[in-house]
């Protein structure tokens, strides 16, 4: 009986120890798998959140890059209006001598050559209405339009305030971007581009860890422009992105649910850049974190709370890690590694919120860039650029100092004057850039000298905030391009009294 009550408590025993170590297995178990679908639900909202900011960013960026790649084509086709016979040739009206009509098509074309000659464009030239032309006109331009080419080409400006505008899918051919301008009644100016070529506007915007993200242009009526996905160009855009897109409005250019992440923005042209990316790709590292934490789980039902908290931190870290690199690429601007215009002009406002510290705002832009463009190529401009905000750098100490680069070739620095005098240190700092960019040197044989104009307001006796400051920076900036450039000026009232 003894022995057979030994082997009953014995029994007992394993039976109590059995129910403490599945209750405690079960309290450990409900424990974690608590914390971790609260710690992923919190990693999910957050890393959503973080994305879809710098998504929106993004896109702003892409859209500012389009606008200006598009604004420099425009600006190239108002230089064809700075020879007075570019615009006063009437090839319906010739006159009545052969050669003067010979020699002024002649010269026309030259003219148009030379403005285009370091430009990969398709076309470029002016179609009269009798359809007789001058300049470069493609063959596949000629042979799409046919006997109606200046009527086509006409109906296409549709921004009736300024006698221009853009198309594209005429035809439904989208393998070409035109932009027309009327130069008199009976001629336009033809522009034209290969669709392809808005790749380098937009491959370049792209950061890391956005690789696949799908960028479109299209049109009012949703057909795609451009896509960097191949063979989208000329569908209408998908079903399922479209009715996402007609979700946005003006206040909310950005959405994300359980399939897509979308960001949408105007372009100056009229048109939509969309960015879109499956929400799955953008979760892919959290869900590696959510299968490590279930594997873990599992190993943690032998080990203490604590190790069960500690361990749930330290899984933790990676996906922190992902929202700061996309936190900071979002604020920087790509080619100079300083903040971007949206995030510095947000930065500065902070700082100038409720700030008692003397400020001055510095801005600077680089005399003749298009020169350096023009001369050396867009490969060598971006590396001024880039030598720019080197020289920002060591310049200005980031402790006490934003950098920033608005856009283009304007650059611009918040300093912190502490307790010396506003004027005198803004001054030194001027002196400085000025004496940096002296030495600043490019080309193949280093013979292109870079200068910069520069112009400084003070925070808080110009302006309280930044739009007020950057008004009165930029009137000093103006008086610098005025005084002959490579120089700086400081502004004064008399520069508001003089106006």
Sequence with gaps: MKSTKDESSAAKLNHYKSIIILTYSLIITLSIGAVSAMTLYRTDTILKQKVLQMSAQLNMQMQINLDSYL????????????????????????????????????????????????????????????????????????TMFGDDMYADLKNMITRKDYSDGWSAGFNGDYRRIYYIKAIHENAVLVLSFYASELEQVFEHSKSNGMESLSVKLIENDN??????????????????????????????????????????????????????????????????????????????????????????????????????????????????GILNKRSFETFTENVLSGSKEKRSLILLDIDNFKGVNDTLGHEY????????????????????????????????????????????????????????????????????????????????????????????ADKALYHSKHNGKDTYTLFSSDMEESE
């Design 381 to 472: 401009g971006d590396k001024v650029l880039a030598g720019v905000g080197e020289i920002l750098r060591k310049t200005f100490p980031e402790s006490d100092a934003l950098l920033g680069r608005l856009g283009g070739d304007e650059f611009c620095v918040l300093i912190n004057t502490g307790q010396n005098s506003s004027v005198s240190y803004t001054e030194i700092k001027c002196k400085e850039l000025c004496k940096a960019f002296a030495e600043n040197y490019t080309g193949d044989d280093n013979s292109y000298k870079i200068s910069a104009s520069i112009g400084a307001a003070f925070f808080p006796d110009n302006g309280t905030n930044f739009p007020e400051l950057y008004r009165r």
């Design 71 to 142: 604004e420099r084509i425009e600006m190239l086709a108002t230089l064809a209006f700075s020879d007075e016979i570019n615009y006063e040739y009437d090839d319906t009206e010739k006159s009545s001598d052969e050669y003067e009509n010979i020699k002024a098509r002649e010269d026309i074309t030259e003219n148009l050559y030379n403005i285009c000659m370091m430009e990969n464009f398709v076309d470029f030239g002016i179609v009269y209405s009798n359809n007789s032309f001058v300049g470069k006109i493609s063959n596949g331009s000629l």
């Design 223 to 336: 057909v795609i422009i451009y896509s960097n996905v191949n063979g989208e160009s000329g569908t209408v855009l998908d079903e399922e992105l479209l009715s996402r897109v007609n979700k946005l409005d003006s206040a909310d250019s950005s959405v994300i649910d359980n399939q897509y992440l979308i960001s949408v923005n105007q372009s100056d042209s009229g048109w939509y850049v969309i960015c879109s990316l499956p929400t799955e790709i953008i979760l892919r590292e959290k869900n590696e974190v959510q299968k490590s934490i279930t594997v873990i789980a599992i190993i943690l039902l032998l080990l203490t709370v604590l190790a069960t908290i500690y361990t749930l931190e330290k899984l933790m870290n990676p996906v922190n890690n992902i929202v700061s690199t996309l936190d900071d690429k979002a604020h920087k601007d790509l080619l100079t």
